[in-house]
């Protein structure tokens, strides 16, 4: 067993972290954990400042490691409330918007008055008195609207790290440091630098601030399927005990408990219904618009609504064990998860930092070495603005808000994204395996043809086909069997009933010897099929089984039954191969079979009678031929060949080992969802790019511009205000960049 599936098996924990703000603090947040004994591993979520941890680390001990470090956590149990949540949101939005009020009420009067002269010259008598005052004010609009900046880079510096809040410290601190020294020795420093900068500093924490809290709205909304998801489970459950009917709180429902669920009412928890018959809107767990009918023994599920009727269900699955909290907890994992293309930005953001910090210093000596009078001044002022300008906020958001966004929007289609590395491989790959039962076909047979000879009518086939399979357990009986009930046939009583296993039935219906079943039951009691041999085999090449039946040592009919491809399974594979994608069918059914529903399905490559630990052997052998491979299957015998694959697609109507063996689960069941998948894959991953490139463009030209690069040739400097706005809308813009994903076509043809 490996390090991954030890891993995945430990008590997951997730935790709410306060005070990340740029791809450095996933470092922090990360290492600080990582230090608690009992951490196995740490998964986190910049984009919605959340952490999973797994293993049995002690809950406090966690909070006080991140304490340490400059931040701080709470446990999240449960399916927590989303209005909470979105209240937690909301509160650190104002919080952010009264800090960027404050450092602004301050900062633009200051910028207006210096512009205009309205102040006093330092200097003066008149000036020293109104700069000190300026001084303290600018001091408590550094405490209030930037205290967290400076907190979080001490602790950082006490364990040798940095992060965007080092540079933003050392900027903002920078500007009131110099600015004071400016007060008290404006007559020792040339006449150009005796310049105060208090206003730099409260403007530069103003657009922070103000940048922080647009990027927080920005976030919220990209949280919005988890929230809707969890708002889907209701806070109370109507259970019957002692023949009462009483309204408890979810978390009371008890295991195999009987619960009523009316018309219009969210099903509480996962069950099996007792009595009682309705029609249940699923879309918000499958997509599927249409509601499923239930009665007695139907499976239900937590979140979705019951439309009409009242029904008696038992509960199977409760708390995290409900089908809804295994999607949410999909779904977080997903978002949590990065895809290869992040680890680029992550390599870069670590050594981000204390580059910009040795640039700014190397841009600190060449201008007060060769730069033209006052040089201090110029050298100050072009150091600061390179701290302020490269605060990589961009850089960390770039790939975690792309990816929250996108499982998001997936998980609102239908398509349960379990692991982010499938989001970067679905859009690469070059063929694709489908497995035929569930897959392509639906899974269910049901009746094909019937075929009456001589006076007999199809009715009265199907009638004594149905009436000898009334008493047998054969898969194929039901669909028979249904059949009849459709046409509201009347079944005859059946009298010596006998199965003959692998051939068939023989029983007497009103004192008539009939059987029903293949060639080898009529060859074993001396009945001649010969005229009928060409229609058998025409309907076995049409993917069918067809069975005889004979009354009186006389053939009278043919029934056959098949199980139908998916309504869109042959529009899904057309539009697979318009994207060039190589389409096999592997099943361990009989080549002919599995070649006639191919041919329906429009699959020209079939492999047939293949070992269910033969299947993963297939996936493996076109991977070293070079193709990218994903496979499509639901049963316990795709598992293998699902976790072999480079991205495995499990049916969501499926066995629960397959769906865990997968990377994405389509919820429907349908296939149209694997395009729409590759199509998102791609999506996103451009996405993904266009962020990146935007914030290395971003850093790239403007740290070299705020060193001064451009005074020189154009007598250009960058205003350290000027650079504070930049660098926080930069943030903003990579967040609205991601959330292009909610309403951009996807492109299936």
């Known amino acids: 067993m490996n390090a991954e599936q030890v891993t995945s098996q430990s008590p997951e924990i997730r935790l709410s972290i306060l005070g990340m703000r740029c791809a450095g603090c996933v470092s922090a947040v990360e290492v600080a954990l990582q230090a608690v004994p009992g951490v196995a591993s740490v998964a986190v979520n910049f984009a919605d400042h ?59 009067p200051l910028m207006l008055g210096a512009h205009l002269d309205w102040f006093p010259a330092i200097g003066s008598s008149a000036g020293t008195a109104f700069w000190s005052d300026v001084a303290l004010l600018t001091l408590a609009v550094l405490y209030y609207s930037g205290g967290h900046f400076f907190h979080s880079a001490l602790k950082l510096l006490l364990l040798k790290q940095a992060n965007m809040d080092t540079l933003i410290a050392l900027g903002t601190g920078s500007a009131w440091f110099y600015s004071c020294i400016v007060i008290d020795y404006s007559s020792q420093l040339p006449p150009l630098s005796a310049h105060a900068y208090f206003e730099a500093s409260a403007v530069i924490l103003a657009f922070i601030n103000l940048g922080g809290a647009l990027e927080t709205r920005a976030r919220g909304k990209t949280s919005a399927a988890i929230r809707a998801l969890i708002g889907l489970q209701p806070r109370t459950a109507r259970v019957v005990r002692d023949g009462q009917e009483i309204d408890i709180p979810i978390e009371q429902v008890g295991l195999s408990e009987t619960l009523r669920v009316r018309p219009g009412e969210k099903i509480p928890v996962d069950g099996l219904v007792l009595e009682g018959h309705s029609n249940v809107d699923e879309s918000m767990l499958t997509g599927e618009a249409m509601p499923v009918e239930k009665a007695a023994g139907a499976s239900v599920a937590a979140g979705t609504i019951n439309q009409q009727g009242s029904f008696l269900f038992s509960a199977t699955r409760i708390g995290r064990d409900t089908a809804l909290a295994q999607i949410i907890q999909s779904v977080r994992q997903a978002q949590n998860s990065k895809p290869a293309i992040a680890r680029l930005a992550d ?24 730069g033209p009078d006052p040089a201090f001044g110029y050298a100050f002022v072009t150091s600061m603005t390179v701290l302020v300008i490269a605060c990589p906020c961009a850089l960390g958001l770039a790939t975690p808000i792309s990816v929250m966004v996108a499982v998001g929007r997936a998980a609102q289609m239908g398509i349960l994204i379990r692991k982010g590395e499938a989001l970067q491989s679905a859009g690469k790959l070059t063929c694709l395996i489908l497995d035929k039962t569930g897959t392509v076909t ?18 009265r086939v199907l009638q004594y086909a149905a009436s000898l399979e009334s008493g047998s357990e054969h898969p194929l009986a039901a669909a028979i069997l249904a059949a009849a009930g459709q046409k509201q046939l009347t079944l005859d009583k059946v009298r010596k009933f006998q199965a003959v296993a692998g051939h068939g039935i023989v029983g007497r219906i ?46 009278v009919g043919i029934v056959s039954v098949a199980d139908p491809i998916k309504p869109d399974s042959a529009l899904a594979v057309r539009q697979l191969r318009q994207r060039g994608i190589r389409v096999l069918m592997v099943t361990g059914d009989n080549d002919i079979t599995a070649r006639a529903i191919a041919g329906q399905a429009g699959i020209e490559e079939v492999r047939a009678q293949v070992l269910p630990q033969d299947k993963a052997a297939v996936v493996k052998a076109l991977q070293q031929q070079g193709e990218v491979v994903g496979m499509v299957g639901d049963g316990i015998n795709d598992a293998p060949a699902l976790a072999q694959a480079d991205v495995g697609f499990a049916i969501g109507t499926g066995t629960d080992v397959a769906i865990e063996s997968a990377d ?86």
């Open 50 to 108: 959340s952490a999973t941890v797994t293993g049995n680390p002690d809950h406090q001990a966690m909070k006080q490691a991140l304490k340490q470090a400059g931040y701080d956590g709470a446990v999240m149990e449960g399916l927590e409330d989303p209005s909470e949540e979105e209240k937690q949101e909301e509160e650190r939005y104002r919080d952010l918007i009264r800090k960027a009020a404050v450092a602004g009420g301050l900062g633009l």
């Open 347 to 370: 390599k870069i953001s670590a050594v981000f930092v204390p580059t910009v910090v040795g640039i700014s210093i190397l841009t600190f000596l060449v201008w007060w070495i060769f």
């Open 442 to 459: 639906a899974g269910k047979p049901s009746l094909a043809e019937v075929i009456a000879f001589g006076d007999d009518d199809v009715d």
């Open 510 to 555: 009103a004192d008539r010897q009939c059987l029903f079943g293949n060639a080898a039951l009529l060859a074993e009691h001396g009945i001649d099929d010969s005229g009928h041999r060409d229609k058998m085999a025409e309907l076995s090449a049409k993917g069918q089984t067809p069975m005889f039946l004979a009354i009186e040592n006389q053939v």
């Open 664 to 749: 994405i689960v389509l919820l429907q069941g349908s296939l149209m969802k694997v395009p729409e998948a590759m199509a998102l894959s791609k999506l996103t991953i451009s996405n993904i790019k266009q962020n990146l490139l935007g914030a290395f463009f971003y850093n790239t030209v403007g740290i070299p511009v705020a060193a001064g690069l451009l005074y020189p040739l154009f007598g250009i400097l960058l205003n350290p205000m000027i650079a504070g706005a930049a660098m926080a809308m930069s943030s903003v813009t990579v967040v609205s960049n991601a959330n292009r994903l909610r309403w951009i076509k996807l492109d299936t043809e």
